[in-house]
């Protein structure tokens, strides 16, 4: 079967670092995404690894070990804006993107 | 650029009545997909379409669910008999690129 599993809700304070982990199990892959989604909002693209290693935009950086079926989405210097859901997508054909369930990241004062 | 555009923002209706929701993707975008979100089963695809062309549809739950897009610019999803298990958030995105979506506000549907 396939399944996508990263943990449902992570808890720290402001400028803390957070890292959200996401192993998979699909039948096929093409890389990984990561999106945020505020309450009641669309989810909001934030970064795509195909292939191993880390890429950093701003404050997030993203990972991907393609041997492990394992990625991570690290947020360093949280602020309060980043309380929101992330979620994690695998590509498993052109375009089409298999969503993991969620984590709901709570950033306390 | 306004983005992805979806209407209407919310609606309410009865079981049994038909259901039209409506996407406007972004100029230039080629693909275009359909996707249900609910507390218990997430995001879910429901369809996608490539030059306007239908690509895969094995998400779309059963034969009261229809999509359709006739230009490049304009997307229908139907819902007809709704059910209330149908309730969900709807959204739209559209991609240029194959790995990045970028989603529409969303479609909250109600079926009482």
């Known amino acids: 079967g396939q399944s996508l599993e990263q943990p449902s809700e992570v808890t720290a304070v402001e400028g803390a670092i957070v890292q959200i982990n996401c192993t998979y199990q699909?039948?096929?892959?093409?890389?990984l995404s990561w999106y945020q989604q505020h309450d009641g909002g669309a989810p909001t693209f934030l970064s795509y690894?195909?292939?191993?290693g880390l890429e950093e935009t701003g404050r997030f950086s993203s990972f991907l070990s393609r041997s492990d079926s394992y990625g991570y989405l690290l947020l360093q210097e949280l602020q309060m804006k980043d309380s929101a859901s992330y979620f994690c997508?695998?590509?498993?054909?052109?375009?089409?993107?298999?969503f993991g369930a969620g984590t709901q990241v709570v950033v306390t004062p | 650029d306004a983005g992805v555009i979806q209407s209407p923002r919310h609606e309410v209706t009865e079981m049994g009545q038909e259901v039209t929701l409506r996407c406007k993707p972004i100029s230039g975008h080629n693909s275009l997909f359909w996707y249900r979100q609910t507390m218990m089963r997430g995001l879910e695809l429901l369809i996608y379409f490539n030059n306007n062309v239908p690509i895969d549809d094995s998400g779309m739950p059963e034969d009261r669910f229809s999509a359709k897009m006739p230009n490049a610019s304009f997307s229908t999803l139907k819902i007809q008999p709704s059910e209330p298990r149908d309730s969900a958030v709807y959204f739209c995105?559209?991609?240029?690129?194959?790995?990045?979506?970028?989603f529409g506000s969303g479609t909250r549907l109600t079926v009482v």
């Open positions: 995105a559209s991609s240029s690129q194959g790995y990045g979506y970028t």
């Open positions: 997508a695998v590509s498993v054909g052109w375009g089409k993107f298999q």
């Open positions: 690894n195909a292939l191993d």
């Open positions: 699909t039948s096929g892959f093409y890389g």
